[in-house]
């Protein structure tokens, strides 16, 4: 596949520049729009290739279109990554310095609880503490739906998780910050937060709830892949990734 950057590429690139991330079937979409409207073939299985192209061109300006899951679904998305800037600080032009310090304790929270979630409440509370110019209660509330609007977040019932995006994109410093209280999923090697873990004390392995599905499906008696102790946790089911259209 050749690595020349065409007009279909920056196509694609343009779009994901607007977006930040899109899931994967979005970006089979936006392959195929990208190279019909430019009359460039289409090879459906090579959108990995076609991506590397693009990659191959951003490298020297730090930047980089990554593949990562869903911790949520299970389902992949493309992210657009600033490779400079690592730290919550890529995030400076647009939040002020106090919201980027409660940013970073909500962050504290999700990755230092059970299940990878941090409830209003405990966010609310952390917002008292800040070392910067306080938040009103009524402040606090809009930054956590900016945060949710902008993808750094996500919110479900009051409980807030690191979204894709922010996985995605702020890897190296969750590994660096929290290198003591993050672990990687057992089937997939990614970060996990939202996830099943072994009970057996001397074990202790961590699966995302969707690679838990998958792995487990149709085998009679769920086993650790690791210590194959029996697994006592609820075996969700496999969740199929919704059709989309994306131009």
């Not at 609880?113 to 809009?142: F, M, V, Y």
């Amino acid at each position: 596949m050749s690595r020349q950057m065409g007009d279909s590429h920056r196509r694609f690139l343009q779009t994901m520049m607007a977006n930040g991330i899109i899931d994967e079937q979005g970006a089979k979409t936006l392959h195929q729009y990208s190279c019909d409207t430019h009359s460039t073939q289409h090879v459906p299985d090579k959108l990995d290739d076609f991506i590397d192209a693009i990659n191959s061109k951003l490298q020297p300006l730090f930047m980089q279109i990554r593949k990562g899951m869903s911790e949520d679904s299970g389902h992949q998305f493309y992210a657009l990554v600033d490779m400079a800037e690592t730290d919550v600080t890529r995030m400076s032009s647009d939040y002020a310095d106090n919201e980027l310090e409660l940013f970073r304790k909500t962050m504290d929270l999700i990755v230092g609880s059970e299940n990878g979630k941090a409830s209003s409440t405990d966010i609310l509370n952390s917002a008292d503490t800040l070392t910067t110019k306080k938040l009103k209660k009524s402040e606090t509330e809009h930054l956590l739906n900016r945060l949710v609007h902008d993808k750094w977040l996500s919110e479900k019932r009051g409980e807030y998780t690191l979204s894709t995006r922010c996985i995605i994109e702020m890897e190296p410093y969750i590994r660096t910050m929290y290198q003591d209280q993050v672990k990687v999923c057992h089937i997939c090697h990614n970060i996990a937060f939202q996830c099943q873990i072994c009970e057996k004390p001397t074990c202790g392995i961590k699966i995302h709830n969707p690679c838990v599905a998958r792995y487990f499906k149709g085998r009679a008696e769920p086993r650790c892949p690791a210590c194959e102790d029996f697994w006592p946790h609820e075996i969700p089911e496999v969740r199929r990734p919704q059709s989309q259209s994306r131009r």
